[in-house]
């Protein structure tokens, strides 16, 4: 059973500057929870008890949210607001949380290996929180992808299709199908130029990862920007073993993009005023 997800939150945000520049992305709320809280519910509904967070500096936010504050529990309690603090109160208690720091911006691949000694030799699943994803219909896209690790065994990537003029700001992966909505990988590409995009089937933030992902980041070269990039160590993992891909159900909003964040605040606010 895999009991620790990750979650990368060390980049700086700038697609919402200034609103970044103190405040983590990771923090912008939908409505009343911050991202990062609907991750870590995703990641709880799972299976996963252990969150382990890779931040940076300016980051000391993320800690403070998943921890006591004395001050605002003593000023509410016994009010009518105290109830509002009911769903972290509740994670902080059934969840552990610990953090580490990516020292360098040198790409999620990186990222991911900073996150090493959070993890420990065991297979792990990867949340970003800015790809905030929903199913109404089932079980939410980490769950469904736990299934499949447990029948498989190895690392698995969640994958869209995407309108082709898009697929240069995703890494993208090719392969057959061995299922429906399955796909075994043997090829990957991160950010091509659309003609030259295998498929349009785009990996978005949800991993499971096998713990020798990590020796294999470690003797992953850096791309041309510096960055050492996921995809390339998985696309290893793939050719020396087995990676699959898995069209989820469900929803992803790019909370990431000002369009995305505003069209999940939508989404939401309708759903909890009960319209569609």
Request: charged share 25%; aromatic share 10%; glycine share 8%.
């Amino acid at each position: 059973m895999i009991q620790t997800c990750l979650f990368p939150a060390a980049g700086y945000g700038t697609r919402f500057l200034p609103a970044t520049k103190s405040l983590p992305k990771e923090m912008l709320p939908i409505l009343t929870k911050p991202l990062i809280h609907y991750g870590v519910d995703e990641a709880r509904e799972a299976g996963m008890n252990n969150m382990a967070f890779v931040t940076g500096r300016g980051k000391r936010a993320l800690e403070d949210y998943f921890d006591i504050s004395y001050e605002l529990e003593h000023q509410i309690a016994g009010t009518s607001k105290e109830y509002l603090l009911t769903d972290i109160r509740e994670l902080m208690e059934h969840c552990s949380f610990s953090f580490t720091r990516q020292t360098h911006m040198r790409g999620l691949g990186d990222a991911i290996y900073s996150g090493k000694g959070l993890v420990g030799d065991e297979a792990f699943g990867v949340i970003l929180a800015d790809d905030l994803c929903v199913n109404e219909d089932g079980e939410n896209v980490l769950a469904q992808m736990v299934k499949i690790y447990e029948k498989y065994r190895c690392s698995i990537v969640a994958v869209m299709e995407v309108p082709k003029e898009t697929i240069s700001s995703y890494g993208v992966i090719d392969g057959k199908f061995i299922e429906d909505d399955l796909i075994m990988v043997n090829d990957m590409i991160e950010k091509p130029d659309p003609k030259d995009a295998p498929t349009n089937l785009a990996i978005i933030g949800r991993y499971i990862l096998t713990p020798d992902i990590f020796e294999i980041i470690e003797h992953t070269n850096p791309d041309k920007n510096g960055e050492v990039q996921i995809t390339d160590a998985l696309l290893k993992q793939a050719k020396n073993g087995m990676v699959l891909a898995y069209k989820f159900k469900g929803r992803r909003f790019d909370c990431g993009s000002v369009a995305g964040y505003v069209e999940a605040t939508n989404f939401f606010y309708g759903h909890k005023n009960g319209s569609k």
